[in-house]
């Protein structure tokens, strides 16, 4: 067994659908998710081959079947039922949704970081793309996915999304805005889901990190500066399928906050966001 199978052995077994796992975040989050005992399915609209990878490199980390791949484009709600249908037709069951597909700022301008592109300058098809992946991609597969999870008592909703800083920032729309939707849409989904076994979170790395979704410069940054490993979401993403997080919902964790060296409640606790606080009315 390794470490993480002995952290966290709710995860043997476990099923988890990992959306955009072909590349970057989610195939971080796949990877580790299967090296620590669970089945996982990955999605991802368009690289075959990138798919083809992730299985091989599963395969060599836990064995052959530990992990399917399934090319789907979470923008069609069929897609979504057949992602269903086919990690149920594999492993039996399904118990974790991370929905980490998204499309990024690159689909408005190629250098966004550096160019800051006003929004009446985005192009009509980009935007869409974003806005359709990032919202109703989210939506589409928790819809497909949730009946079932109610039905048997448990599930557990992981939704990506980014900084506060990025949710806002100048030239970033609709890439930004569509985070801050999908972090509503949880909250809210979370109430919704009272009561029923099932948790809905939201995960984030806490900066730019170093994935394709950055643009393609002499020296790749974020708008910030630094960027962030894709790796820093492994830890965390076992502690959030795992029965360690049981009851926790409506909550947001940050990445770069988690502390390797501390037990997993207490690396857990420390990297829940303290200002999530449930809106008031005014």
């Not at 790749?220 to 926790?248: F, Q, T, V």
Request: with cysteine.
């Amino acid at each position: 067994m390794t470490a993480a199978a002995d952290l966290y052995p709710s995860l043997k077994d476990r099923v988890v659908v990992v959306t955009g796992g072909g590349r970057g975040l989610g195939l971080e989050m796949a990877l580790a998710l299967v090296e620590a005992g669970a089945r996982v399915t990955v999605t991802s609209a368009r690289e075959a081959g990138e798919l083809a990878d992730v299985e091989a490199r599963a395969g060599a980390l836990a064995g052959p079947g530990r992990l399917i791949a399934a090319q789907a484009d979470v923008r069609d709600y069929d897609d979504s039922l057949r992602v269903l249908e086919r990690t149920l037709d594999a492993f039996g069951a399904v118990h974790c949704l991370v929905n980490n597909a998204g499309r990024g700022m690159k689909l408005v301008h190629p250098n966004y970081v550096e160019e800051r592109p006003k929004f009446w300058e985005a192009p009509l098809d980009g935007w869409r793309e974003i806005v359709d992946t990032n919202i109703n991609g989210v939506f589409n597969m928790a819809r497909a996915f949730t009946p079932g999870f109610i039905g048997q008592g448990f599930g557990k909703i992981v939704n990506v999304s980014t900084s506060d800083v990025t949710i806002v920032r100048v030239g970033y729309s609709p890439y930004g805005p569509s985070k801050a939707m999908l972090e509503a849409m949880s909250r809210v989904w979370a109430q919704d889901l009272e009561g029923t076994g099932v948790t809905v979170n939201v995960f984030l790395p806490g900066g730019a990190t170093d994935t394709a979704i950055l643009p393609e410069m002499a020296q790749k940054r974020g708008a910030d500066g630094g960027l962030l490993r894709p790796e820093i979401m492994r830890a965390p993403i076992l502690w959030l399928c795992s029965d360690r997080s049981n009851g926790h919902t409506a909550e947001r964790y940050i990445a770069r906050l988690w502390d390797d060296s501390l037990p997993p409640d207490e690396a857990a606790a420390g990297a829940r966001d303290r200002h999530h606080e449930k809106p008031g009315i005014l």
